[in-house]
């Protein structure tokens, strides 16, 4: 029997992330990601015949098979089940369906990568070259400007470990003066405040009177509006800008993301409590932060060797 109207998987779906978007005030991202993720598996049960609404445990493990066949790699396959089960438990909950067909799935096992983390100096060489290509005063204002926003938007991310679509939504208000926190509004809709060091202050205003002379100038609530069209600038132009100015610096694969990577790498490496370093970053849960543990044990066994009466430093010092 076919499925009716109100049941179909579109209806299903679009149910779902009313929920998800109501409920969990998720971002349009994560909206987007579910709607990708959902219409692909409904689209592979239509292929077999089968609906969202009468699906059973066998389809979707069949369905996690054609992944499988199609070369998913494992943290996409993992997604994917998220999504599945997260619709399922919503349509047992609403009463939509009488069973649950996912709960028994298991997921892909998956070793979760450590993040690539650039060291001090690294960050270091970025910072100063992008000093330098702003310091450049006989250049071309537009020119000067442009390398004045990236040096502001390299010194305000690794001083706050953004992400950088909170980066790049920050209203012109984010740069008054004296101001000594900033207020994030980030995944879920949920406000943060976030430390402002003087190097990001600085920066920010030095940007900002160069905005505020330029002829292209014009009225806007974004702190980096975009310079071709309204609105703010694109996190794909800043990560363009960002793997330019990085390759100029003789360093590989760096992103906006590499950067939230390293101010909590580096936060951590000098002593801050990983409850700290959540809360600054915005995870909702711990265990998203402890992906860093491993920078916590390096340092661990550094004050092992250093301070341990017999380590071998230590017992050279006593002959």
């Known amino acids: 029997m076919a499925p009716t109207a109100k049941d179909s998987d579109q209806a299903l779906i679009e149910l779902f992330l009313d929920m998800v978007a109501a409920e969990r005030g998720a971002a349009k991202n994560t909206l987007a990601a579910y709607s990708r993720d959902l219409a692909d598996f409904s689209a592979e049960l239509g292929k077999a015949g089968c609906a969202i609404a009468r699906a059973s445990t066998d389809d979707l ?11 998913f790699a494992g943290s996409s396959m993992a997604r994917r089940l998220s999504a599945i089960r997260q619709l399922y438990r919503f349509l047992y909950a609403e009463g939509r369906r009488t069973d649950d067909p996912s709960a028994v799935l298991e997921g892909p096992k998956r070793n979760r990568a450590l993040p690539k983390v650039l060291s001090i100096a690294e960050v270091d060489r970025l910072l100063a070259l992008a000093r330098a290509a702003f310091d450049q005063l006989d250049q071309p204002a537009a020119k000067r400007l442009r390398a004045a926003r990236l040096a502001c938007l390299i010194e305000v991310l690794y001083a706050t470990g953004l992400r950088v679509s909170e980066l790049m939504a920050l209203p012109m208000s984010a740069a008054h003066r004296n101001a000594r926190m900033l207020a994030v509004r980030g995944k879920g809709n949920k406000e943060r405040l976030v430390p402002l060091n003087e190097a990001a202050k600085r920066a920010m205003q030095e940007y900002l009177t160069l905005l505020r002379s330029s002829n292209s100038r014009r009225e806007t609530k974004w702190l980096f509006p975009s310079f071709g069209q309204a609105g703010h600038l694109t996190r794909q ?3 363009r800008d960002l793997k330019a100015l990085a390759a100029a610096a003789g360093l590989r694969e760096v992103s906006p993301h590499v950067l939230r990577h390293a101010f909590a790498s580096h936060l951590l490496h000098n002593g801050a409590d990983l409850r700290v ?3 600054l970053l915005g995870h909702a849960d711990i265990s998203t932060t402890q992906i860093y543990t491993h920078v916590l044990a390096e340092r661990l066994k550094g004050l092992v060797r250093e301070l341990h009466p017999l380590a071998d430093d230590s017992l050279e010092r006593r002959k």
């Open 277 to 279: 370093v959540q809360t």
């Open 61 to 71: 493990r069949v369905y996690l098979g054609s992944l499988v066949k199609r070369r």
């Open 237 to 239: 132009h800043f990560a």
